[in-house]
């Protein structure tokens, strides 16, 4: 059977740019997927995928017309129900052969087989093989339906009777199998070979595909349409950066941008625009916004970064005199940022401390109350932390009294997303300190780089006491995530507030940060009213967070090491540095033995029968062995606690490898669990000794093979 390439299009309506890429992907993944399932394309065949604004597309390498037979084997029944006593056909047999397209000249033919306790009758037959014809609606179909679409359209078809479902009307269907057209019918379409281009500037219009190995060229040649998504948003980064290499300007870095506009254009033209220099007194921030959300623009900014006055435009069409498409899109960008500079003027006309008051009529939550009172709470737990980390405690709670007023902004109600960034510059012109306009600026940082220094102490305790605000009432109120639904993303809070603990940990230094978990939720508790939240807030949201931390960290050290280290929840910003000894320890020729040691260490602890003593008594030594492992604990175990004491976890632990002979040596030669009470007890204290000493860094059980 030959093989040839096989294409399938959708021509459609305009597509949902922001999902383009998507469906792109998926639309071709899963008709390969399902073409190959039924035996018509290689596993291994190459899939390309095409995706532009009004077409979604595949092409698929060595897909077979029909597939090949199958040799297959159906169990009929059991011998008893199928055969009578002189091993003729029952009638239940015959209707069953029937059911098959088989007639009782196949009795003989069928294989008997064990069954579990009984013997069953099977009849072996061939499957004939799919047809392309036949398999390519069932396909394309699956392809469909398993689209990463959340609603899809419902609309009629050109007989006014029927209607189908997708993303957007298909108006056309193109099915080649090399030169040839697969007669099928999808969407109420039929398959044929021809195509639509580019609204404007198609050389031809339908392009007729004359082979699915044809198609991306033909597109591009007489369709003017570039059909690979992948290869589309090549040539637009290739422009951008031509267009703004004269001026010696970059364009700014966007990649959902990026990838938006590439699904709004089929060939793209990129062009440079400018605005006048005047708007450039407004915040950067709002101006890259308003271009880019509004419009689609790629600022340019200098060498330093700085924001200039020009833009880049990436075009669908183009003309041979571009001007008329410069000027124009220009005039519509300067309302845009006309607005900008209006909302900033008036904005700072009232003070971010007047605005405060107005924050009582705004809901944060109908159980949690209002942003006033939700400001209140970030107060004191700001407050609260600033005394911990030796921040200065009027400025923290000066920022977390002003933090939100930014929220009743014209420009924050227009653009939300500068919640914070707004703040800080309306900070700067009340003449705010510049630790409290910064840490308002900083209030909704997600992601910082592990290298990054804290400069302003502010800045952590906001983000703290903000994020802890947050993380208690809502966990408490019982709107805890579940599954992959987090609309409060408390585990994205879960993270900031670890990383604040390791950014201020490394900025207290020699001297350690002092603020704990522990105390820090309970404190955040006491700031809602009594009997709002739930009893058990405070266990489950430090397991909560302390699983996000282990999450994070699992890919870097393995599962037996944060196994070993998450034990005992020690502090969040000693974490790291415990995991990091850890691996080095388990690189170490002692750690198996040391760790498989301790495991029976701890299982013969958690079975003994009443408290046991912390101290053993060399007085009551019987066996060498004894005393050899106590005098060993007398010398390793100062070291080992000195070491940890200093934070240097890696040498605690590598102290302990000296141990690895006592401890086999008694396990070889003493029997814990003496007839004689005294000595049994005085065993169980020694071993308790051990067990301190081994486990004060991580649980080095959970190390054991």
């Not at 383009?20 to 995928?49: N, P, R």
């Not at 009432?473 to 709107?479: E, K, R, S, V």
């Not at 053993?616 to 604990?633: G, H, I, K, S, W």
């Not at 006592?662 to 049994?680: E, S």
Request: with cysteine.
């Amino acid at each position: 059977m030959s093989a040839k390439a096989l294409l399938v299009e959708l021509f459609v309506e305009e597509l949902p740019p922001k999902a383009l890429k998507k469906l792109g992907e998926a639309f071709a993944a899963s008709l390969a997927e399902s073409l190959v399932a039924q035996g018509l394309a290689d596993a291994k065949a190459a899939v390309t995928d095409f995706a532009t604004p009004r077409r979604l597309g595949v092409r698929i390498e060595n897909v077979l017309a029909r597939s090949a037979d199958k040799p297959v084997s159906t169990k009929l029944m059991p011998v008893r129900v199928g055969l009578d006593a002189e091993g003729k056909a029952t009638p239940a047999l015959i209707k069953r052969l029937a059911a098959l397209g088989a007639d009782t000249s196949a009795v003989s033919q069928l294989r008997r087989a064990a069954d579990g306790k009984s013997e069953a009758l099977f009849h072996d037959g061939i499957a004939p093989g799919t047809t392309l014809t036949e398999g390519l609606p069932r396909a394309l179909e699956a392809a469909m339906a398993k689209l990463p679409i959340p609603k899809v359209m419902t609309y009629q078809l050109a007989d006014g009777w029927r209607t189908v479902n997708f993303v957007r009307p298909v108006h056309g269907l193109v099915a080649l199998h090399g030169a040839d057209i697969v007669p099928i019918s999808v969407l109420g379409l039929q398959a044929g070979r021809d195509t639509q281009g580019h609204r404007f500037e198609a050389r031809v219009n339908p392009v007729t595909i004359q082979s699915a190995d044809s198609y991306a060229s033909q597109l591009n040649d007489d369709g003017a349409v570039i059909a690979s998504f992948a290869e589309r948003r090549a040539e637009i980064v290739r422009q951008l950066r031509a267009g703004a290499a004269p001026s010696g300007l970059q364009a700014i870095e966007d990649d959902a941008l990026l990838d938006e506009v590439t699904a709004l254009v089929e060939r793209p033209n990129v062009l440079v625009g400018q605005f006048e220099t005047a708007f450039l007194e407004v915040p950067p921030e709002c101006l890259i916004l308003t271009m880019k959300a509004n419009q689609k623009y790629f600022p340019l900014l200098d060498a330093a970064g700085k924001l200039t006055n020009q833009f880049l435009i990436v075009s669908n069409i183009s003309p041979d005199d571009a001007s008329a498409v410069i000027h124009g899109n220009e005039r519509v960008v300067r309302p845009r940022l006309a607005d900008a500079k209006f909302f900033f003027d008036q904005d700072r006309k009232k003070t971010l401390e007047s605005r405060v008051p107005g924050l009582a009529k705004v809901v944060y939550h109908n159980k949690l109350g209002t942003q006033g009172e939700r400001v209140e709470r970030v107060r004191a737990i700001a407050c609260w932390v600033a005394e911990q980390v030796g921040a200065d405690v009027a400025a923290s709670d000066r920022a977390a009294l002003l933090a939100k007023a930014d929220l009743l902004t014209d420009m924050v109600g227009e653009f939300p997303e500068l919640q914070g960034i707004m703040g800080g510059y309306y900070a700067r012109h009340d003449g705010e300190d510049e630790s409290v306009a910064q840490a308002i600026a900083d209030q909704y940082l997600v992601r910082r780089e592990e290298t990054e220094a804290v400069t302003n102490l502010v800045s952590e305790v906001l983000q703290i006491a903000d994020r802890m605000e947050t993380l208690v009432g809502i966990w408490g109120i019982g709107l805890k995530p579940t599954g992959d639904k987090d609309p409060f993303a408390l585990r994205r809070h879960a993270l900031s507030v670890i990383k604040s603990f390791q950014l201020l940990d490394a900025t207290a230094g020699a001297a350690g940060l002092h603020l704990k978990l522990d105390d820090l939720i309970a404190f955040a508790l006491t700031v809602f009213p009594s009997g709002l939240l739930a009893d058990n807030v405070a266990e489950e949201l430090k397991l909560f967070i302390y699983e996000r931390n282990a999450n994070q960290l699992a890919p870097l050290y393995g599962a037996e090491a944060i196994a070993a280290v998450f034990a005992s929840y020690p502090p969040l910003q000693e974490v790291g540095k415990r995991l990091s000894a850890v691996r080095v320890f388990a690189t170490l020729p002692e750690s198996q033995s040391l760790a498989a040691a301790n495991k029976r260490v701890g299982n013969i602890l958690k079975k003994a029968e009443g408290a046991v003593g912390e101290a053993a008594d060399p007085a009551r030594f019987v066996e060498a062995a004894e005393t050899a492992l106590f005098d060993a604990l007398g010398e390793i175990a100062p070291r080992a606690d000195s070491a940890f004491a200093a934070g240097d976890y890696t040498a605690s632990l590598q102290a302990l490898a000296a141990l690895r002979g006592p401890v086999d040596a008694f396990f070889d030669h003493v029997m814990v669990n003496a007839d004689d009470p005294a000595l049994k007890a005085n065993r169980l204290a020694l071993l308790n000794q051990l067990h301190r000493t081994m486990n004060r860094v991580a649980d080095i059980s959970r190390l054991a093979a």
